[in-house]
């Protein structure tokens, strides 16, 4: 089940700003804080017309992805980057296996895990869009299982990176192209990338 909504609740609650009230059509009212949750326009990292499976599993906001119908295409699909950026982080860790993070300013950053191989480098600028790396199944925490570990996270402690990987870290609730995906054991199934 998709939860639409025309802002990013989570993300304002995190930066401190009171959340807007809930129309009967389920979109919200806009204000200034509405506007800077929506100023970053997030797409699925995948090729343009791609469907993807998501999973919260246990570890909600966080989303597990694998490619459509069936999960065949997971492994070695390119990644392409969910917003403009810049690298914040490209490296081995032993659980999480390669790891790309993007610092896409105000305070957003996406964290790409299990990567089979990673394109970029700390310091590169990426358009949205651009090839970041190759979905894997990398690290012992993907469990030999291909697919996209995938994090947005919000500067909430103003240190100038988002923590990931963990309760507790600055993850927030993910949304793709106006669309928010939250809860616990939650599946939506042929989400379709609109990053093109």
């Known amino acids: ?17 009171a959340a807007p009230s809930a129309s009967a059509a389920g979109t919200t009212d806009a204000t200034a804080a509405d506007q800077r949750a929506q100023a970053t ?95 894997g199944r990398t690290g012992a925490g993907a469990n030999d299982h291909p697919h996209l570990h995938f994090e947005l996270g919000i500067d909430a402690d103003g240190d100038g990176q988002a923590s990931w990987g963990a309760a507790g870290s600055e993850r927030v609730n993910a949304v793709f192209d106006g669309v928010e995906y939250a809860g616990a054991a939650q599946t939506w199934r042929d989400v379709v990338s609109n990053n093109c």
């Open 1 to 17: 089940m998709k939860k639409r909504t025309g802002i990013v609740p989570a993300m304002i609650l995190m930066a401190g700003l």
């Open 41 to 135: 326009n997030f797409q699925l990292p995948f090729t343009c017309g791609d469907p993807w499976r998501l999973d919260t599993w246990g570890h909600n906001p966080a989303l597990d992805m694998v490619a459509e119908p069936d999960q065949h295409g997971t492994e070695g699909a390119p990644l392409l980057a969910s917003e403009a950026g810049t690298v914040n982080l490209s490296f081995w860790h032993d659980n999480a296996g390669n790891v790309v993070q993007i610092d896409h300013g105000g305070g957003y950053f996406t964290t790409y895990i299990h990567l089979e191989s990673r394109s970029v480098e700390v310091g590169d600028t990426v358009a949205q869009g651009a090839g970041i790396g190759f979905v």
